[in-house]
């Protein structure tokens, strides 16, 4: 071994890459979110993705981020994602390598390398300069992990700026801040684009508070409507980013930290995956004692890229409470109505930029209709964020979310540029603006939409009709900075919801109000070979097998308000079923007969369900 690895083109990587032999029998798999799977197992692919990062790095020339998470999945479990210098994901053909260099023979590894690095950049010190930033979050396996990464990365010159302890979403801005340049905004009003953790919460405090400003929003006097949102941190990562961000709020926003605890019950009965797919609320809060009109609830998962909100709602008049889910979908809607307004009410060249709103097939279908309804453009791509992500890209303005509480809403360049051209304009005729004038004209025309019946994207949209121009165009600017750019951060997402709320002076009841949920189902069956099912673009259709798809459409003409798909998960070896109609009954019935038909007609596996 020590000879191969003397010739080889990285001597000292393939040497490193000996001393941690992939297990028997496993085989990894770049998937949607990176590579995760039991911790134990992970040890070989781990060095190698540090020696990977590096070489992207280099040829680069820019930082690049090594995540050490397996965010929802178990303590046991852990897994890694890489951030790409823009601070996105990583490339997908790089995924392709990625795979490629983890599953290659021990033997292989310098040959692999070398073919990344092209002719002549090779050697121990081939990635001399190159900088890897490294985070972790705070499962028992991840300090060990990390330091397998810097290993990796120093094996091939590279050098490793330790980020710690971090969520995801704060390494993906560590590295999208240390490449970038910031705008001026940034730079003078917005709390800076510093690449480090300080500048990361700098940064949400003085844009969340720049956007109230703007909006001549009190936040300390709106409180007592907004009562204290609980943040289920899972006890994950998350617990104490929240609690930093509360005390940076505090006074501005109650937020009340729980399951911040011990990372041995990280995920378990709690956090954002447990509430949205269970339908159920997590540990460590009580209807009796946590419910609106002076607590809502924000769920995030195990490394805090996900988020949604949920609430007891006492029942009028009785004893009791109902709890209701506000998923990824109203998170989409809020965002998208507020953002749209002002986009509207800054005028000049802000109004004119497209915005759309990027779902995926599991969208209820009352949110589908919803926000079109509003006039806003809605499109559908494939499941997982790399894609939702990449369709809203398409647009100047775009809003996406998948239900689970994955999202962001991205702006183009050049929707950047106009909204600081309008925003910065109204900042030189009046520096005013940024401290907001008319608070009592905004609430106003909020409390009428409200008092109409108006929902919360209603109230948004009204004390919005009642800024300057000018005003909007600074609060939106502050939003443009306060929501994570790079990916979907929980906590960036539950301070700009936290922020249209103020704005439209809106009670969380009429936000759940917005509308109401289909009555939607999902089941999974076992099939021999998943990938014979093969779907159109969006997923919402099987191209084949064609019987299947026709069995599905006859199904679906039969109930009231059906709609029905099926897929090939990217994360499981099952096919997923979704059905969704106008009573419970009927979703779940929906979801039964279709499932029979992928049973029978694709191969089903163990018992007909
Ligand atoms: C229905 C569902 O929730 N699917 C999830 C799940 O993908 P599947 O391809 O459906 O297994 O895991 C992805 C990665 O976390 C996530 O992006 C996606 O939303
Ligand atoms: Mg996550």
Request: hydrophobic share 50%.
């Amino acid at each position: 071994m020590a000879a191969a690895a003397a010739s080889s083109p990285f001597p000292a990587a393939s040497k490193l890459a000996a001393a941690h032999p992939p297990p028997e029998g496993v085989k990894y798999a770049y998937g949607t979110a990176g590579f995760r799977m039991r911790a134990e197992l992970l040890d070989a692919a781990v060095v190698r993705m540090g020696m990977l990062a590096a070489l992207r790095a280099k040829q680069t020339g820019k930082a690049v981020g090594v995540m050490v998470t397996a965010s929802h999945n178990p303590v046991a479990d852990n897994g890694l994602k890489m951030v790409d210098p823009s601070g996105g994901m990583l490339a997908a053909s790089w995924e392709v390598l990625a795979a490629k260099l983890a599953n290659a023979g021990i033997a292989d590894v310098g040959a692999e390398l070398a073919a990344v690095a092209g002719e002549g950049a090779c050697g121990d010190a081939a990635c001399e300069g190159a900088v890897v930033i490294v985070g972790r979050d705070t499962r028992p396996s991840s300090p060990a992990l990390a330091d397998l990464v810097a290993a990796g990365v120093a094996s091939v010159g590279g050098s490793v700026l330790d980020g710690g302890v971090v969520s995801t979403p704060q390494l993906h801005y560590l590295v999208g801040a240390s490449n970038a340049t910031a705008r001026a905004c940034e730079s003078a009003r917005l709390g800076g684009l510093r690449p480090d953790v300080d500048g990361y919460f700098a940064r949400l405090a003085t844009s969340y508070k720049a956007c109230l400003a703007a909006a001549a929003v009190d936040a300390a006097a709106a409180a007592p409507e907004q009562g204290t949102t609980i943040i289920d941190a899972a006890d994950g990562v998350g617990g104490p980013q929240a609690a930093r961000t509360a005390s940076d709020l505090a006074g501005a926003l109650s937020w009340e930290v729980r399951n911040a605890g011990d990372s041995a019950s990280l995920n378990d009965g709690c956090g954002a995956e447990f509430v949205q797919k269970g339908r159920t609320p997590p540990r460590g809060v009580d209807a009796a004692s946590d419910a609106l009109p002076g607590c809502r609830i924000c769920s995030l998962d195990g490394d805090a890229d996900r988020v949604v909100f949920h609430a007891f709602v006492p029942a009028e008049g009785e004893a009791g409470a109902s709890w209701e889910l506000v998923d990824g979908d109203k998170l989409a809607a809020l965002l998208a109505v507020t953002v749209g307004a002002l986009l509207k009410r800054a005028g000049g060249q802000a109004a004119r930029l497209s915005m759309g709103v990027v779902q995926t097939a599991y969208a209820n279908g009352a949110a589908t209709r919803w926000v079109a309804a509003r006039g806003l453009e809605v499109a559908c791509a494939k499941t997982g964020v790399k894609f939702v992500h990449h369709a809203a890209e398409a647009y100047d303005v775009g809003v996406y979310f998948e239900a689970n509480g994955h999202g962001t809403v991205v702006f183009s360049p050049a929707a950047l540029l106009a909204i600081d051209h309008e925003a910065d304009a109204a900042v030189a005729a009046d520096p005013a603006v940024v401290s907001g004038a008319g608070a009592s004209e905004r609430a106003a025309a909020a409390a009428a939409a409200l008092a109409a019946g108006g929902d919360a994207g209603a109230a948004v949209e009204a004390a919005v009709g009642a800024m300057t121009p000018g005003a909007a165009a600074v609060a939106l600017q502050a939003l443009t900075v306060l929501i994570n750019q790079f990916v979907g951060d929980a906590i960036a997402d539950a301070l700009a919801c936290e922020a249209a709320l103020r704005i439209g002076g809106a009670p969380f009841g009429r936000w759940i109000a917005m509308y109401s949920d289909l009555p939607s189902r999902q089941t999974k069956v076992r099939v021999a070979d998943r990938l014979a099912l093969t779907t159109v673009p969006d997923e919402s259709r099987l191209e084949a097998p064609a019987a299947l798809q026709a069995a599905i459409d006859e199904a679906v003409k039969a109930v009231d308000c059906g709609r029905a798909f099926v897929r090939p998960s990217g994360t499981e070896d099952v096919v997923r079923v979704y059905a969704e109609a106008a009573t419970v009954a009927a979703a779940d019935e929906l979801a039964a007969v279709v499932a029979r038909a992928v049973f029978d007609l694709a191969g089903g596996q163990g018992s007909r369900p």
